[in-house]
């Protein structure tokens, strides 16, 4: 094994496997840290955490864990991939585990960019942007556990680490990878700019022989050639069973794609005083979609408006919690009775389906949009689609569904 990922959720895993599978690396998804040694042909590796909103201790225990046991496989180079809108709080997570790592590392300086030019995300001056907009102001701000609200990824990161949080501009970056190199820091944590792929492929050029580095899957389109890996296509036998698309997120991005999808499909949707109270439970849910023609919806995606509301109701950690359970259980209950293909938009809620569905390794298949492949849970016949909230067009449930049985 070559490079090593340590991801902080299941969506976000994905992601950077199936850059790193493109790039021509043989790639697998690991769901936590394995308990057996990994393929030696293998050239990355992914560990998938549930992370992201763990408790800060625990997510950084996770992390230098799946860390161990990824040098353990003879990775060289680390890879913290966090998600390309730096979710996060100002106590954590991407602060103290990052520190962590590096400690661990012995690396004095760490390259951090969070951008994905292809999906929107750029970074200038410091500051991340989703499309033209700043992060902000695109509706992260009103994210239900990591509100990001400040754009400047040297203000946030410096509000979560114990190391300084220095900066690359995009000027510099355009001068080339020696550039960045000459103007790395001797210590701490550095935002690097990137506005556009060519920028990321400098970095990685940059990268070469670096112990860590921290960012979205943007971050490894050019590690894999310091290797010496050449692109490639995952290849994919279509799945054509049943199916079900889960939903379980509240970004702009996916409250559109439910609406789109649910005026040409059966949709059922789980409020959180439905879930609090008893009311939505996984038989019952499961016996409506089953019955249901062609591909069912079942979602819990809200306004911000409205699912403020029930955390104040009901209390933040209480309301994700039993929706996740509900999910999580609601997968496997669907997966004994023969769903074969499962659509999950949400990082937490696909962690939930994930570790719901009890799989430990995922297989690579073909990207269904930027940032989303279709991953095979390896062992059974069960194709799935993994997307963070924001990722996708509004067709994308319609697409994946069809892709998985090989369109």
């Not at 019952?284 to 408006?305: C, H, K, N």
């Amino acid at each position: 094994m070559k490079i090593g990922v340590v991801a902080d959720d299941f969506t976000g895993a994905s992601d950077i496997a199936l850059t790193l599978a493109e790039a021509g690396m043989s790639t697998a998804q690991y769901i936590g840290v394995p308990e057996g040694p990994a393929d030696p042909d293998l050239g990355a590796g992914v560990v998938a955490l549930k992370s992201r909103t763990a408790p800060v201790a625990e997510a950084v225990s996770q992390s230098l864990a799946a860390c161990d046991w990824l040098r353990a496989q003879g990775a060289e180079q680390i890879i913290f991939k966090v998600c390309s809108t730096f979710d996060s709080t100002p106590e954590g997570n991407i602060g103290p585990v990052l520190d962590a790592l590096a400690e661990k590392l012995g690396a004095e300086t760490v390259i951090t960019c969070p951008a994905f030019p292809e999906n929107g995300r750029s970074v200038y001056m410091g500051h991340l942007f989703v499309g033209e907009t700043l992060l902000n102001e695109c509706g992260m701000q009103d994210h239900p556990l990591t509100p990001m609200t400040d754009a400047d990824l040297r203000r946030w990161l410096a509000l979560q680490s114990d190391q300084p949080v220095g900066h690359v501009s995009a000027r510099v970056v355009a001068a080339g990878a020696q550039a960045i190199r000459d103007a790395m820091p001797e210590k701490g944590h550095v935002i690097v700019d990137a506005i556009q792929d060519d920028d990321l492929w400098t970095i990685g050029a940059a990268a070469a022989g670096a112990r860590l580095l921290c960012g979205g899957s943007g971050i490894a389109l050019g590690l894999p050639a310091n290797f010496g890996a050449k692109p490639a296509t995952p290849n994919w036998a279509p799945v054509t069973g049943a199916g079900i698309v889960l939903s379980g997120s509240c970004s702009r991005a996916t409250r559109g794609q439910v609406e789109t999808y649910a005026a040409k499909a059966a949709s059922r949707e789980v409020t959180a005083e439905t879930v609090m109270s008893g009311a939505a439970t996984v038989e019952t849910l499961a016996e409506w979609a089953l019955s249901q023609p062609g591909v069912p919806m079942i979602y819990s995606s809200a306004d911000p408006v409205v699912v403020r509301a029930a955390q104040d109701q009901f209390g933040r950690e209480a309301v994700a919690g039993r929706i996740e359970t509900l999910f999580s259980d609601l997968a496997a209950h669907l997966a004994d009775r023969g769903v074969q293909r499962i659509v999950v938009a949400g990082g937490e809620t696909s962690g939930a389906v994930v570790s719901g569905l009890g799989a430990t390794r995922l297989a690579i298949g073909p990207r269904i949009a930027a940032g989303v492949p279709l991953v095979r849970a390896e062992g059974r016949e069960l194709a799935l689609a993994l997307k963070s909230g924001n990722f996708g067009g509004p067709d994308f449930f319609e697409q994946a569904l069809r892709q998985m049985e090989g369109a």
